[in-house]
C-alpha cells in the first residue's frame, strides 16, 4: 500500500492502525489529524498523552546524567542519534560542557540555538553515516544517546537492528548507550535503570567487548 505519514491522518489519541510498506518514509505521527485504519492489522504503535510525553522526558533525562556520571572519567565524545528540536542535545551540552558531542540526524531543523557546530553535525541517514564516521570522529565514543523513535515499534525495532552494527564500531569498551529503543547486542550488557524510571520506558546498556 505504501502510505506515507503525509498521506495519512490520524482520528483519534489512540493506538493507531495502519498498513505500511516503506517504514523509511515513516515520520511522526500528526495527533488529530486522519488516519487510515485497517482492521486486519494489529496495532503499530500509540500516541502518548501529554502526561506519558513528560514522564518520558523525566525518565529521559535521569538516564542521561546517569550515563553522564558512569562515563565522567572515560576520555572520548558522545554520540547523539537524532537531533529533533535539540533539547536533548542542549541538556548533554550544558550538562558535560567539556565533551565533543557529535550529533547525527537525517533532516536537522532544531533552532539555530540548540543545532551543533557544522563539524559535529553529522547529516544523513543513520544506515549511511555511521558507519563512515570514525573518519570524522577519530576517537571512539564513551556515550551514545539514541532518541530515534517514531512510534511506530516494528520500524523503530528494525532501525535498532540495523544500526547496531555501525554504532557498536564507533564505540570505546565501558561506553554507555542509552536510548528509547531495545538493542539487542550480545556484547552491550543492559544496565539497571535509575531507581525512579520505569523499566521499558528507556534502554541502557555498557559495551562489554
Ligand atoms: N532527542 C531529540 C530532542 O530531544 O529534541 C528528539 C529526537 S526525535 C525523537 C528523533 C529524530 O531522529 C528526528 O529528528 C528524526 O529526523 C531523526 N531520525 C529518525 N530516524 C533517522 C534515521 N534513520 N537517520 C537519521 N535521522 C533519523
Request: aromatic share 8%; charged share 25%.
Amino acid at each position: 500500500m505504501g502510505l506515507r505519514w503525509s498521506e495519512v491522518q490520524i482520528l483519534s489519541p489512540r493506538p493507531f492502525f495502519i498498513v505500511c510498506t516503506d517504514h523509511r518514509q515513516w515520520g511522526a505521527p500528526i495527533p488529530g489529524k486522519k488516519i487510515a485504519f485497517s482492521s486486519t492489522v494489529a496495532p503499530l504503535g500509540f500516541i502518548m498523552s501529554r502526561l506519558d510525553s513528560m514522564i518520558r522526558r523525566e525518565a529521559q533525562k535521569t538516564c542521561l546524567e546517569s550515563a553522564i556520571g558512569r562515563v565522567a572519567t572515560f576520555p572520548g565524545p558522545y554520540l547523539e542519534l537524532g537531533l529533533g528540536n535539540g533539547r536533548t542535545f542542549d541538556h548533554l551540552r550544558q550538562t558535560a560542557p567539556d565533551r565533543d558531542i557529535f550529533v547525527f540526524e537525517r533532516k536537522p531543523a532544531a533552532h539555530l540555538d540548540c543545532t551543533p557546530d557544522p563539524e559535529f553535525l553529522i547529516e544523513g541517514d543513520f544506515t549511511e553515516t555511521l558507519r563512515p564516521a570514525l573518519e570524522l570522529i577519530k576517537s571512539k565514543a564513551v556515550l551514545a544517546h539514541c532518541d530515534i523513535g517514531t512510534g511506530i515499534k516494528v520500524a523503530d525495532e528494525e532501525l535498532a537492528r540495523e544500526i547496531s552494527r555501525d554504532l557498536d564500531a564507533l564505540l570505546a569498551v565501558g561506553a554507555v548507550i542509552l536510548s528509547d529503543q531495545p538493542f539487542k547486542k550480545t556484547n552491550w550488557r543492559p544496565l539497571s535503570l535509575p531507581r525512579n524510571v520505569d523499566s521499558g520506558r528507556y534502554f541502557m546498556y555498557a559495551k562489554t567487548a
